[in-house]
């Protein structure tokens, strides 16, 4: 199975900050035929059901704010809020579809520092 | 308005059984692969299970294989987890969920239901 590391486990943070968040794959999650990446981020809120924010490492969701940006290739990526709302505080989660079984990180907390 | 609802969830004793219902709606159910994934109370999110559109291809975590079978029924728009041989590692939510038109990642999710293994 492919595994896939997130750091931080969690995060302080400030209405405002730029943050960035960490996933690495233990194998290339790049498709050499279609050149896309097989990798998706989710952000999901105490007492919620998952959100797909962005696929394909880069695609944002429709209605997903700008802020939130995916990029990285082959085995690390990143999420980065460019300016974190308060709205944003959850927990996110990537996602590798590259290999049955999908799998997921453990997560990234954000917390209000 | 893509809608999923799963039901079916409860208390179960180690080694009973139980079935996991997933209702769509809001679109057409037959032509997308489904997913069972849950998450263990406080915990991250584990795939389980997935059967493709017309119940071709079926593929299960390792965790499940041998225990749970995945199913559908297109006519009722409805996907189906059957559980067998529950352990109290089995304790979750389990959400039934779909991919987005463009297929990367699980763009629609139910609301959960929760299973609990205890005696």
């Known amino acids: 199975d492919i595994v896939m590391t997130q750091t931080p486990s969690s995060q302080a943070v400030s209405a405002g900050e730029k943050v960035t968040m960490s996933c690495k794959s233990s194998?290339?999650?790049?498709?050499?035929?279609?050149?896309?990446?097989?990798l998706a981020w989710y952000q999901q809120k105490p007492g919620q059901s998952p959100k797909l924010l962005i696929s394909?490492?880069?695609t944002r969701e429709s209605g997903v704010p700008d802020r939130f940006i995916g990029s990285g290739s082959g085995t690390d990526f990143t999420l980065t809020i460019s300016s974190v709302q308060a709205e944003d505080l959850a927990v996110y989660y990537c996602e590798q579809y590259y290999d049955t079984p999908n799998t997921f990180g453990a997560g990234t907390k954000l917390e209000l520092k | 308005e893509v809608q999923l609802v799963e039901s079916g969830g409860g208390l179960v004793q180690p080694g009973r059984s139980l079935k996991l219902s997933c209702v769509a709606s809001g679109f057409t159910f037959s032509n997308y692969g489904m997913n069972w994934i849950r998450q263990a109370p406080g915990k991250g999110l584990e795939w389980v299970a997935y059967i493709s559109s017309g119940s071709s291809y079926i593929y299960y975590a390792e965790t499940v294989k041998g225990r749970f079978t995945i199913s559908r029924d297109n006519a009722k728009n409805t996907l189906y987890l059957q559980m067998t041989s529950l352990r109290s590692e089995d304790t979750a939510l389990y959400y039934c969920a779909r991919p987005g038109k463009n297929y990367g990642g699980f763009a629609y999710w139910g609301q959960g239901t929760l299973v609990t293994v205890s005696s």
């Open positions: 394909w490492a880069s």
């Open positions: 194998q290339s999650l790049l498709y050499s035929e279609n050149k896309k990446n097989y």
